[in-house]
C-alpha cells in the first residue's frame, strides 16, 4: 500500500497527487470509500494507516496530531500529560469559557492514548487533581468544576469544512465523589485518540 488520505474529492485530491508526489506513477488501484461523517472518515483513515503502514503517510505515524503548547503537571497525583489535538481541532472555531477550557484540556491531557476510543469511555477528572493543577483553592476548584461541566453538553465546535460537532456526549459532577465524569463525542475523538 502506497497512501491513505481523507477528502471531500477524492479526484481533486488523486489529481495533487499527480503533480506533488514521487510515488503518483507507481499507483495501480485506487479504492475509494465513503463516511457519513468527517470524524467517520478520519478514525478510519487513522486505523487504515496504523494497521497497513502505507510507504507514504506521514500522518499517524507520526500523527497528525500537535501538542497544543500546554503541558499539565499535577503534583499531589504525578500526573503529567499532554494536551494533544488533531491540526483540524485546533484550527476549528468554539468558545469555551475559561472553567471549560480548563475541563477540556485537564480531560484531553488525561486520555489513555493506547485504548480504543468508544463513546462508553468515560474520563474521570477528580477536583483535588483539577485544583492542584490549575492552582485553585477548594472553594472555587468545586464550583469551577460543578458549573462547567453542567454546561459542556451545550458546548459545539465549527470545524473549517463547516462540519458542527458537540465537544462531549456526556457530563456530570458527582458532588458526594468530588469528581467528573465526561465522554467525548465520536466526531471529537478522532482529533485526540491515536493507537
Given at each position: 500500500?502506497?497512501?491513505?488520505?481523507i477528502?471531500?474529492?477524492?479526484?481533486?485530491?488523486?489529481?495533487?497527487?499527480k503533480?506533488?508526489?514521487?510515488?503518483?506513477?507507481?499507483i495501480s488501484r485506487v479504492?475509494?470509500?465513503?463516511?457519513?461523517?468527517r470524524?467517520e472518515?478520519l478514525l478510519?483513515?487513522?486505523?487504515?494507516?496504523?494497521q497497513e503502514?502505507?510507504?507514504?503517510?506521514?500522518?499517524h505515524q507520526?500523527p497528525?496530531f500537535?501538542?497544543?503548547?500546554?503541558l499539565l503537571?499535577?503534583?499531589?497525583g504525578?500526573?503529567?500529560?499532554?494536551?494533544?489535538k488533531?491540526?483540524?481541532?485546533i484550527?476549528?472555531r468554539?468558545?469555551?469559557?475559561l472553567?471549560?477550557t480548563?475541563?477540556?484540556?485537564f480531560?484531553?491531557?488525561?486520555?489513555?492514548r493506547?485504548?480504543?476510543?468508544?463513546?462508553?469511555?468515560l474520563?474521570?477528572?477528580?477536583v483535588?487533581?483539577y485544583?492542584?493543577c490549575?492552582?485553585?483553592?477548594k472553594t472555587?476548584s468545586y464550583?469551577?468544576m460543578?458549573v462547567?461541566?453542567?454546561?459542556l453538553?451545550d458546548?459545539k465546535?465549527?470545524?473549517?469544512n463547516g462540519d458542527?460537532?458537540k465537544?462531549?456526549?456526556m457530563?456530570e459532577?458527582?458532588k458526594?465523589?468530588a469528581?467528573?465524569?465526561?465522554?467525548f463525542?465520536s466526531?471529537?475523538?478522532?482529533h485526540l485518540?491515536?493507537?
Amino acid at each position: 500500500m502506497l497512501y491513505v488520505g481523507i477528502s471531500l474529492s477524492a479526484v481533486h485530491r488523486l489529481g495533487q497527487h499527480k503533480d506533488n508526489a514521487h510515488w503518483y506513477s507507481s499507483i495501480s488501484r485506487v479504492d475509494i470509500e465513503q463516511f457519513k461523517t468527517r470524524g467517520e472518515a478520519l478514525l478510519a483513515e487513522k486505523e487504515a494507516i496504523q494497521q497497513e503502514f502505507p510507504l507514504h503517510n506521514i500522518k499517524h505515524q507520526s500523527p497528525l496530531f500537535s501538542i497544543d503548547n500546554e503541558l499539565l503537571s499535577i503534583v499531589g497525583g504525578g500526573i503529567v500529560g499532554m494536551i494533544v489535538k488533531s491540526d483540524d481541532l485546533i484550527e476549528a472555531r468554539y468558545s469555551l469559557n475559561l472553567n471549560q477550557t480548563r475541563i477540556i484540556n485537564f480531560a484531553i491531557s488525561i486520555i489513555d492514548r493506547k485504548k480504543y476510543f468508544t463513546p462508553d469511555n468515560l474520563i474521570t477528572i477528580g477536583v483535588k487533581d483539577y485544583m492542584d493543577c490549575y492552582k485553585m483553592d477548594k472553594t472555587s476548584s468545586y464550583q469551577a468544576m460543578r458549573v462547567g461541566v453542567k454546561s459542556l453538553c451545550d458546548c459545539k465546535i465549527v470545524f473549517q469544512n463547516g462540519d458542527i460537532a458537540k465537544w462531549v456526549s456526556m457530563a456530570e459532577y458527582i458532588k458526594n465523589e468530588a469528581r467528573a465524569i465526561l465522554s467525548f463525542t465520536s466526531e471529537i475523538a478522532p482529533h485526540l485518540y491515536w493507537r
